[in-house]
């Protein structure tokens, strides 16, 4: 039996379309499908059922699942890069605002995007590597820990602690809201804004504490035991 949501569907197919109309109704979809099954899971078969169309219309737009897929993946890509990008440059902002807005700017995307975000996401082996686009997660992860690390470097500066290890601490920051906004995806819960400020809580006032010359328990446990060096 025909579910309603595919009548409507198939009611705003017949409806006549320009080709600029068309190319973003199959992007629409591309990127529903893509989501919901990931690359190798979707079809041009799918995709043109689910648009109303026959497949050579699909092939016409994109030249088959690979030009759609490339086309998502660097809308996505840039969606997230600009959102990110202005959060982190915010006027006259000071570091720990800066730290905040990005991590708001993440959270949002992942509320309002989700089809993006999963895809983005998804583990890189099961996306095509032929004429994949260059904007995998971990890319993306790496330009804004970049922008992190020049934050940090001069937050690490006025506070007197090294700036050669801003790099390590952006991979970590970046890479602990990345997560958490994983397994928040599903949930939403709590508000993107209670998260934002337990992330932030965590990070910047771990970063407040910081020593100079860290040490492992570890390490100074065995020194203890073999006694001072000669």
Same mark, same amino acid.
């Given at each position: 039996?025909?579910?309603?949501?595919?009548?409507?569907?198939?009611?705003?197919?017949?409806?006549?379309?320009?080709?600029?109309?068309?190319?973003?109704?199959?992007?629409?979809?591309?990127?529903?499908?893509?989501?919901?099954?990931?690359?190798?899971?979707?079809?041009?078969?799918?995709?043109?059922?689910?648009?109303?169309?026959?497949?050579?219309?699909?092939?016409?737009?994109?030249?088959?699942?690979?030009?759609?897929?490339?086309?998502?993946?660097?809308?996505?890509?840039?969606?997230?890069?600009?959102?990110? *990008?202005?959060?982190?440059?915010?006027?006259? %902002? @000071?570091?720990?605002?800066? #730290?905040?807005?990005?991590? $708001? &700017?993440? =959270?949002?995307?992942?509320?309002?995007?989700?089809?993006?975000?999963?895809?983005?996401?998804?583990?890189?082996?099961?996306?095509?590597?032929?004429?994949?686009?260059?904007?995998?997660?971990?890319?993306?992860?790496?330009?804004?820990?970049?922008?992190?690390?020049?934050?940090?470097?001069?937050?690490?500066?006025?506070?007197?602690?090294?700036?050669?290890?801003?790099?390590?601490?952006?991979?970590?920051?970046?890479?602990?809201?990345?997560?958490?906004?994983?397994?928040?995806?599903?949930? *939403?819960?709590?508000?993107?804004?209670?998260? %934002? @400020?337990?992330?932030?809580? #965590?990070?910047?006032?771990? $970063? &407040?504490? =910081?020593?100079?010359?860290?040490?492992?328990?570890?390490?100074?446990?065995?020194?203890?035991?073999?006694?001072?060096?000669?």
């Amino acid at each position: 039996m025909t579910t309603p949501a595919a009548q409507n569907r198939a009611r705003r197919s017949r409806t006549r379309m320009t080709a600029a109309q068309r190319r973003e109704q199959l992007l629409e979809i591309s990127r529903e499908l893509f989501a919901e099954r990931g690359f190798e899971g979707t079809s041009v078969e799918e995709i043109a059922a689910r648009a109303g169309v026959s497949k050579p219309v699909v092939y016409e737009h994109f030249g088959g699942k690979e030009g759609a897929y490339a086309v998502v993946v660097d809308r996505e890509t840039q969606t997230l890069h600009n959102a990110i *990008r202005s959060a982190l440059t915010t006027p006259n %902002a @000071r570091s720990r605002e800066l #730290l905040e807005r990005g991590a $708001m &700017a993440l =959270l949002e995307y992942i509320e309002e995007r989700p089809d993006g975000f999963r895809i983005l996401s998804r583990d890189p082996s099961s996306v095509p590597t032929a004429g994949q686009p260059s904007g995998s997660f971990a890319s993306i992860l790496s330009d804004i820990a970049v922008e992190v690390e020049d934050i940090l470097a001069a937050e690490f500066a006025r506070t007197g602690h090294d700036p050669q290890f801003a790099g390590l601490y952006a991979q970590a920051l970046v890479g602990l809201v990345a997560q958490t906004g994983q397994q928040w995806l599903d949930s *939403r819960e709590p508000s993107r804004e209670v998260v %934002a @400020r337990h992330l932030i809580n #965590l990070a910047w006032n771990g $970063m &407040a504490n =910081l020593q100079t010359e860290p040490r492992l328990v570890t390490q100074r446990r065995d020194e203890r035991s073999t006694g001072p060096q000669k």
